[in-house]
Structure formats: C-alpha cells, structure tokens
C-alpha cells in the first residue's frame, strides 16, 4: 500500500463526454470527462469526430470511490435505431436492447458518486424514446427542468438528499 495521497479529483464528472460538445470550456480542469470510447476520426460528410476522454470507463460501472464528486452530468446515448456505422451513431452513440436497464445501471453508478447534497444533471433528446419513459427507469424522482414543446434537448436536474 502507498503512502502517497490520491490525487484529488474535480467537483464535476462528466461520465459519457462523446466529444465534449455541450461544453464552453472542453479542457476544464473542474470536469473530470469520461467515455468508454476514444477515436479520432473523419465523418462521412469531411467533419472530424474527436472523442478524448481523461479515463476511459464505462458509465455503469465507474472507478470511483462513493460520493466523489458534487455536480454529475449524465448524457448517455439517447438513439436506439439507424446504422450502426452512420455518423450520428458514431457522434452519439446508441441504446442496446435493453436500453432500460443500461440506463438503469448508468444512472444508479452516477448517483453512487454523487456527494450528499450534490446535483445530477439528466441530459436527453426524445427522439426515439420519450422523456417520461426514460425517467421510469431510475429510482430517484427529478426536481425541476425544461420541458418546453420542441426543444429537442431536456435538460433534467436531480438533488441528492
């Protein structure tokens, strides 16, 4: 066993970070951003598709201690069809099967490292699948946030108490 202390890790996880591209600051060393993927690739239409996560993991089972961090963005795939080599597949990601439990386990892991009175943000698109759907298969019930007609982006937030 080392003596040496853990590194400290920031105050905000950001567990499936694709290409970081909801963020104004994509190298803040507030956010700790993870994926399971890392690629940098050309898109079928000539854009690139940087995917540069600081630890590559998966979100249902995340290699931190309970309680790590106080802010915790949870943007998983939200697509559960096109083909699979498409670009949006590749920029987004897509649901398995089972999507329910996939995202059951994913959201349970991000609450697990989240600091008691911290906040989760929930981030979907309805798509495929709708909001209310979703949010049926966690076991914690949001607090507040957008639900305007049309807006392709929901951005839900979560207290933990």
Same mark, same amino acid.
């Given at each position: ?10 105050? $905000? ?58 802010? $915790? ?89």
């Amino acid at each position: 066993m080392s003596n040496r202390p853990s590194p400290r890790l920031p105050g $905000v996880l950001d567990p499936c970070c694709g290409s970081k591209m909801m963020y104004f600051q994509k190298d803040s060393p507030d956010v700790l951003f993870c994926d399971k993927r890392s690629t940098d690739e050309t898109l079928c239409d000539g854009r690139n598709l940087s995917i540069r996560p600081d630890i590559q993991c998966d979100f249902r089972d995340l290699p931190f201690p309970d309680k790590s961090f106080w802010h $915790v963005v949870f943007d998983p795939p939200h697509l559960t069809s096109s083909g699979q080599g498409s670009w949006i597949i590749k920029k987004y990601g897509k649901l398995p099967k089972e999507w329910q439990e996939y995202l059951r386990r994913g959201f349970e892991e991000c609450w697990r490292v989240l600091k008691e009175h911290g906040t989760l943000v929930f981030k979907w698109s309805e798509e495929d699948i709708n909001l209310d759907t979703v949010l049926q298969c966690f076991p914690e019930r949001p607090l507040y946030g957008n639900r305007a007609r049309g807006d392709r982006q929901i951005f839900i937030v979560f207290v933990k108490n």
